[in-house]
């Protein structure tokens, strides 16, 4: 098990930073999955992920449940919408476009309603 949980941080870590260069990909939510998987493989991987400076923060107050700040919210949602107003124009295949407007909707539901709003001045 801590072989897989160390393969999947390292795949985690890699997307994470694919989606920092790629404004279209999310890199934090990478970087939450890889902490988690190198906390049950390699604790000096999950201190070096905790650490790095672009992510380490926002990883280790989500960790502390003090969530996400709404600035970071309203970034993620409008990169959605764009990401996927391209995407469902693209589509001909309606049963598709529901499924992905109900996709997001529910991480919509997700990021708003149950991971907490941190306070900017935290």
Known sequence: MRFMFLMMGLVSTGLGFTGILLPGLPA????????YCFARSNRRLEQWVLNLPRVGQAIRDFR???????????????????????????????WLQITIVIAVLIGQWILYWK???RKEEE
């Open 64 to 94: 502390a449940g003090k969530g996400i700040p709404l600035r970071a919210k309203i970034a993620a949602t409008i990169i959605i919408l764009l990401t996927i107003g391209f995407t469902l124009t693209t589509l001909d295949n309606l």
């Open 115 to 117: 991971i907490p709003t």
């Open 28 to 35: 934090t939510p990478f970087f939450l999955l890889a902490a």
